[in-house]
């Protein structure tokens, strides 16, 4: 974690295990508990109502961004989740390959390094061309 208090994170469940997961991950230099309603200060999103503050920010060695929004498996095809990958799918694809999002359903953790191994990937193939 980037900061020496890792911020509103509760000491147990699914959250807590997913920034375990992004601590263990070799490509992530920095990661940060996103704090919600604190727009002068948190990464956000705009929604058609409001906005929307993913979960975890993370640094990769590589200098792109990876904001990873954490959903509970019976939330995750409700129509805010759907909405909010919507969002962060076009904001991934607007950023030229700097930034990447991925919404994990439930404990499905290695979506999160499948997003970033099959980016590096792409990245790969585009430099070879």
């Known amino acids: 974690h980037y900061y020496p208090q890792v911020g509103d994170l509760k000491a147990e469940g699914e959250e807590c295990e997913c920034a375990k997961f992004l601590d263990t991950l070799p490509e992530v230099k920095f990661w940060v508990r ?14 058609s109502s409001d906005k929307f503050y993913p979960d975890f920010v993370c640094l990769l060695n590589d200098g792109r961004f990876l904001v990873v929004e954490f959903k509970g498996e019976h939330l ?13 799918g076009l904001w991934e694809a607007r950023s030229s390959g700097q930034c990447l999002f991925v919404m994990p359903k439930g404990k499905d953790l290695d979506a999160i390094k499948a997003k970033i191994g099959s980016e590096i990937e792409s990245q790969g193939r585009r430099r070879s061309k």
């Open 76 to 88: 995750w095809g409700n129509p805010d989740s759907e909405e909010k990958r919507d969002i962060g």
């Open 34 to 47: 996103n704090i919600e309603r604190r727009p002068s200060h948190s990464f956000w999103l705009p929604t």
